[in-house]
């Protein structure tokens, strides 16, 4: 086997989805639009299932090295400072689900998956490649960069983020939904968080249309804070200066607390958060999507980069399993994720709802989290933290 799959974006889920298919024995050529592969500054989760699907291509402990191993998930009321619920993810959560939970920063994760493919001589790396135009042929893809350039290959892997130039061509369905949430993220180095507001733990605080997450980050030497609010005021945006009076408008009911640990930062950045409902057809006969650019979701369940890292192993396997046809292929790897990733879309849509409730919604989720054992709390996410992506959904071809 050694068709070339093209790979457009080289983000979490298009480098994880390179060392896929080069596992599988595929030459792969990455086509990243930025100078150099980055992430943004900020802390990311790692559910178990997203570990499970690195172990797979022996990249999990590497990711472990720098990552931070929290005792539990915390979750308080951010208007009476009253704990909620405290879900442990140490060894008897390891246990259950045979990997652990872990947060660290997205630079981290990404300079490991940069790694890896670098490693590799099956794989090569193009940066600075903006993709512009995509036809299909009978025999393969002619793909267009923003210079004039051309590339070809037999099967293109759309893995170009939220707002995908390959889905623009695969399904044509417009931008996605500007959900009216809005994420503002910051980073302290640990030494700045006051003793008293540290925790080992990562914590949410949950308020009227608002909420608070914050863990450390890189061994414990980086506090990570994400602050999200409900406002209709952005339209597009991310990755830029936020404005710090606006986020003291919407966090002024706030626990004392949580708005302790929001004036310790100076510069917040901004991301106007969306999604799209799930929906089918993001696979032609020789071009599929994969990550953010299928199935964009809100970031409520911590799991869009754990879903392209699952979608880039699923894909690999079942291209090997087509011997490298895609249009045997892909139309297999699109039935086995659509449903799970569609689920995690609706869910997290849930949970936002639930994180932002008030009044009597507020009393009765606060209730409701607070009667749950620790095994009750872990089996209610079994759906998502048991997926193994190498084994195949049973009922789909
Ligand atoms: C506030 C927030 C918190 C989150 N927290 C978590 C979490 O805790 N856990 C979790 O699992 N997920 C989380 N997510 C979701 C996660 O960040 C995304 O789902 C994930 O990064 C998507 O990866 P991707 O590779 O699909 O897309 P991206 O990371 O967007 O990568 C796309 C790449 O394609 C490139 N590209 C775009 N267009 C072109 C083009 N035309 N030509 C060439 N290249 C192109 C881009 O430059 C980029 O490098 C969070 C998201 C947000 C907003």
């Not at 042929?137 to 707002?163: C, N």
């Not at 417009?174 to 994420?183: L, S």
């Amino acid at each position: 086997m050694n068709d070339v799959v093209a790979v457009i974006g080289g983000g979490i889920g298009g480098l994880t989805a390179a060392t896929a298919l080069a596992a599988q024995g595929f030459a792969v050529r990455v086509v990243e639009q930025a100078p150099e592969f980055s992430e943004i500054g900020a802390g990311i989760q790692l559910g178990p299932n997203l570990l499970r699907a690195l172990d797979h291509l022996g990249l999990r402990d590497r990711v472990l090295a720098n990552a931070w191993a929290a005792p539990n998930l915390r979750v308080n009321d951010s208007v009476d400072g009253q704990p909620i619920d405290c879900i442990p993810v140490g060894d008897g959560f390891r246990e259950r689900f045979g990997q652990p939970y872990a947060l660290t920063h997205r630079a981290d994760l990404l300079a490991t998956l940069q790694e890896a493919c670098q490693a590799n001589p099956a794989i090569e790396l193009m940066t600075g490649c903006r993709v512009d135009a995509l036809h299909e042929e009978s025999d393969r893809v002619v793909i267009g960069l923003a210079g004039g350039e051309t590339l070809e290959a037999p099967t293109v892997i759309g893995a170009d983020g939220l707002w995908s130039r390959v889905r623009e061509h695969v399904i044509g369905d417009g931008k996605p939904r500007v959900t009216g949430h809005i994420a503002y993220r910051g980073v302290l180095a640990a030494d700045d968080v006051p003793e008293d507001l540290w925790s080992p733990d990562m914590t949410i605080w949950l308020g009227p249309r608002t909420h608070l997450v914050h863990y450390p980050l890189r061994r414990g030497t980086l506090y990570n804070l994400v602050a999200v609010f409900h406002s209709d005021r952005y339209t597009e945006g991310y990755d830029e200066v936020g404005e710090v009076e606006e986020l003291w408008r919407h966090f002024d009911g706030a626990h004392q607390s949580v708005r302790a640990l929001l004036e310790r930062i100076d510069v917040w950045k901004y991301w106007v958060l969306c999604d799209r409902l799930p929906r089918r057809g993001w696979t032609t006969g020789r071009m599929t999507l994969l990550g953010d650019a299928a199935h964009p979701m809100l970031q409520y369940l911590a799991q869009g980069a754990g879903m392209a890292i699952e979608d880039g192993l699923r894909l690999a396997l079942e291209l090997a399993r087509a011997e490298g046809d895609p249009q045997v292929a892909l139309p297999r790897y699109e039935e086995q994720r659509v449903l799970r990733t569609g689920r995690a879309q609706i869910m997290a849509r849930l949970y936002g709802e639930a994180f932002h409730a008030d009044s009597v919604t507020r009393e009765l989720r606060n209730e409701m989290l607070r009667a749950r054992t620790p095994e009750q709390s872990w089996d209610s996410m079994a759906w998502l933290y048991d997926h193994d992506p190498v084994a195949r959904e049973p009922q789909v071809a």
